[in-house]
């Protein structure tokens, strides 16, 4: 089980089919469009993007949830490439554009979503705009990002850069570099990522508690940072609870 995430999509097949034959029909979209298979005693597969054997019913429940591909650019920033509902987005532009391809599979990307415009997270951005046929996001406010059934809820968290955003798709959270598994993000850089005065770094300090703050009110499951691993809704929670008691 993977930590108790939502499950949006699963279906059931008989006995057999591999993996390749349930990977077929989620990337043709012939599965539900969302709801839970229950089968038996109120038994919920929960596995995500995995398979189980339930030999008792003589099925194999395959869960649809999201994929979520890393891609460790220039400077170790982190790009994703994220498939949901039948949609595909980009989550900054830090990859080489060949490796981005080589996880879009041939697909065009229905949109490119910034975290904020420090180099190591945009540098990429022009070969993204030559070569893929989607808009860019950099939000300014709060409103959702709607790509038919996938809607991107982006929350303006400013401490680490003036711009910083915080995407949120269903339980997940792309933090750019807010939050980091262990830590969070520097305020002491200005929005070109130079070294900041003291006046901007006690700015940025104040910007960073009220982020912190929006944060901790925000549920999710897991969350995916600007660089390194991914990190719990457990583990985040009591980091945040941490700087924002320890300023």
């Known amino acids: 089980m993977n930590r108790g995430i939502k499950v949006l999509q699963t279906f059931a097949l008989p006995l057999g089919h591999g993996a390749e034959q349930c990977e077929e029909l989620w990337t043709s979209g012939k599965v539900p469009a969302r709801g839970s298979f229950t089968l038996g005693h109120g038994t919920v597969f929960t596995n995500i993007y995995t398979f189980t054997s339930f030999c008792k019913y003589e099925l194999m429940c395959y869960t649809c949830y999201m994929k979520i591909q890393t891609i460790v650019g220039h400077f170790s920033s982190n790009t994703f490439v994220v498939e949901h509902l039948g949609r595909t987005v980009i989550i900054d532009a830090g990859a080489p554009i060949e490796k981005v391809k080589k996880a879009l599979n041939d697909k065009q990307p229905d949109a490119v979503l910034v975290t904020h415009s420090h180099f190591d997270h945009v540098h990429c951005l022009k070969d993204y705009r030559a070569n893929f046929r989607c808009p860019v996001f950099t939000p300014t406010d709060n409103k959702e990002i709607v790509l038919e059934k996938l809607v991107i809820k982006p929350i303006l968290c400013p401490g680490h850069s003036p711009d910083s955003v915080v995407y949120q798709i269903e339980d997940c959270l792309f933090t750019g570099d807010v939050l980091f598994e262990d830590t969070i993000g520097r305020t002491d850089l200005t ?22 703050k929006r944060l901790a009110g925000v549920k999710f499951k897991m969350a995916y940072h600007g660089h390194g691993d991914p990190s719990t809704y457990e583990k985040q929670i009591e980091n945040i609870k941490w700087f924002i008691a320890n300023p």
């Open 191 to 212: 929005a070109d990522a130079k070294r900041a005065t003291p006046q901007i770094i006690k700015e940025n300090e104040k910007l960073m508690q009220q982020s912190l």
